[in-house]
């Protein structure tokens, strides 16, 4: 026997055999060249039929999914390709497919450009154990792009129940199926895959990029992404490529809301999971019982899938342009206090603009800069928070028209004229600041307390708070130590230094309007107002991703404002915070209830409402009970990106949002 090794396709030969093979390539050759022939002459073709076996594929869905498409759509866009079953079944003339996983779309840009070479390679593969294990351990990466697409075709067709798993390596590993006589090649199906798939922009990428630079509005959007995991889905989640965790269904459900408002008709499957319910709780979701084909065990096969359709979200206004405001608004000390408005002032204004109000309640005023704009625009301003320090910003710089607090006066707060209680230097030794700085708190807790007029006494108290944040790294108190200290300039000044520049701050905010206008410490849910134009809504904003405990991150200076009265300190935590304030805006049905009482408590005021696309309830829900109580009901969005931590200049799809201004009038 000749040494000389041939290589023909996906197998090395004897030379005494290499004749036989060149006839077999031949007569492939040649069917080919008459299958193309027939396929191109035939007036009726193959529809309906995905060329790959795939985990999840919709094919035995297409019955429920077909009439929920709509009649008429502009693009057609699955970010989820997999199997393609919908795309197949609906034969778009104009379409965007794309998936993460490289070899799957190299088999169908392949099968899309060169059906032909597909078909040739495809048919040289022979159904047996060695020659599956021997194509297996093949990198596709290293093949020619057809001969690649002919081996995942090969494999799909050949391996367990024809799943697409890799190991770590990246390294396809699913075991020989040993099918007596699966179908390997299926020119027709491939040629009428060919057709379809001509049409279509075929993508590699991530889901996020594919929909937010393609879907537009009335585009047809089919998404299809693994499934959350549940128990009798256990198994689902290993036979896929890309691991999708309950975090990432949520940041696809706020993409989904984008697209929703954007105008587009979405069609979303997964798994009959909780989460899915609270996430599309607004539309309409079916529950259909399946077969699952990738699983060892005969209990696990049967499921049931959710097909939740989405509708074009109605349309928003246009963004009214933001008008300047008074110079006055940018002498209000700045905070990094969560969830400030401060950027978002001009497009607040802007639609406040809109209505005759002569008095303003900002319900939960947080840093307090937007009722502060209210007063600098010649409103008369109810402020109210739950935050004992928001309201003492609310008394130094709104309610406040005229007393100043003199530098002199606040240089002696600095001195120790009484002995101090040492609560701050006993409580929080160690935890926060240094020793000297921490005797430096109480004695100005101490003298400021001794403070007899209100505003000043408010001034001093809004200077020590504001001092205390400024020395922070981050100014917030989640965390013990230095960890965070970046070596900004702040962060080198004395307390001292940062208290005496705060009492300058305050008094330059402080100026009259020629309103009365009020601070209150409460509950928003028991406010009660002899008069209120305009009602502006700002409450913490409730998300599965994150929460919105504001005294977990100030519980330190909100002491301070407190004075630690009516609280108890967890002494066994390591940061020596208290307790948390009630509020049902911590859950989502709490936050969707309190929002109806207090539209239905303010029903007689224009209303005016902040809250965030990554938030619930979502965008439609608050617009239906809004409706409840008020004719006209409108949805201004406003492109906003968050900064966490010190991740603000990020610049990932996590912190961009729309942050939303809803009007009932």
Known sequence: MLRKRYSCGILTVPACAAAGFRRVYESAEREVKGLAEQAAGKTSIIRGKPILKWAGGKTQMLHDLLPKVPVSYGRYIEPFFGGGALFFALQPEDAVIADSNPELINV???????????????????????????????????????????????????????????????????????????????????????????????????????????????????????????????????????QFYEEDHIELSKLIMRLHERGCHIILTNSNHPLVHELYAQFSIDVVSTKRFISCRGSSRRGEDVIVTIPPGRRTLPRPAPEPLPRQVALYPPTRFMGSKRKLLPEIWSVASQFQADTVVDLFAGSGVVGYMFKAQGKSVVSNDYMAMSAVFAKAM?????????????????????????????????????????????????????????????????ALIRACTKKRPRGIFTYTGERYNDGRKDLQKTLAQQFLEAVEAVNRA????????????????ELRVDEADLVYIDPPYYSPLSDN?????????????????????????QTKKFQSYPTPFSTRSGAADAFDRLFRKF??????????????????????????????????????????????????HRNAVQEYLFTGY
């Open 108 to 242: 169908y840009r392949q099968v899309a450009d060169h059906p032909d070479e597909v078909i040739r390679r495809l048919m040289r593969y022979k159904n047996t154990k060695e020659i599956f294990y021997r194509v297996r351990s093949q990198a596709w990466e290293a093949l020619p792009q057809a001969e690649a697409a002919a081996r995942t075709l090969f494999l799909n067709r050949t391996c367990f129940n024809g799943l697409y798993r890799v190991n770590r390596r990246g390294e396809f590993n699913v075991p020989y199926g040993k099918y007596v006589n699966p179908r390997i090649c299926d020119p027709d199906a491939l040629y009428a895959a060919s057709r379809a798939l001509k049409k279509a922009e075929i993508l590699c990428g991530d889901y996020f990029s594919v929909l937010e630079r393609y879907a537009r509005e009335g585009d047809f959007v089919f998404l299809d992404p693994p499934y959350l995991p549940v128990s009798e889905y256990a198994d689902f989640k290993r036979y896929t490529k890309e």
């Open 398 to 462: 709104i309610e406040n028209n005229s007393v100043l607090l003199p530098m002199e006066e606040a240089k002696e707060l600095l001195i120790r004229s009484r002995e101090p209680d040492h609560f701050v230097a006993d409580t929080f030794r160690g935890l926060y600041y240094s020793d000297e700085e921490n005797d430096l708190i109480d004695v100005l807790r101490a003298n400021i307390a001794a403070v007899r007029d209100p505003y000043r006494h408010a001034i001093a108290m809004t």
């Open 510 to 525: 402080v100026f009259d309007n020629g309103k009365q206008n009020r601070a209150r410490h409460g509950d928003a849910m």
């Open 549 to 573: 405990e504001y005294v977990r991150r100030y519980h330190f200076v909100e002491g301070l404002a407190r004075d630690w009265q009516g609280v108890e300190i967890q002494q066994h935590t």
């Open 603 to 652: 029903a007689d005021s224009i209303l005016l409402v902040s809250y965030s696309s990554n938030s619930l309830p979502a965008r439609d829900e608050m617009v239906a009970m809004l409706s409840k109580y008020k004719r006209h009901v409108e949805v201004i969005p406003v492109e906003y990106r968050y900064s966490f931590g010190n991740q603000g200049e990020a610049r990932t």
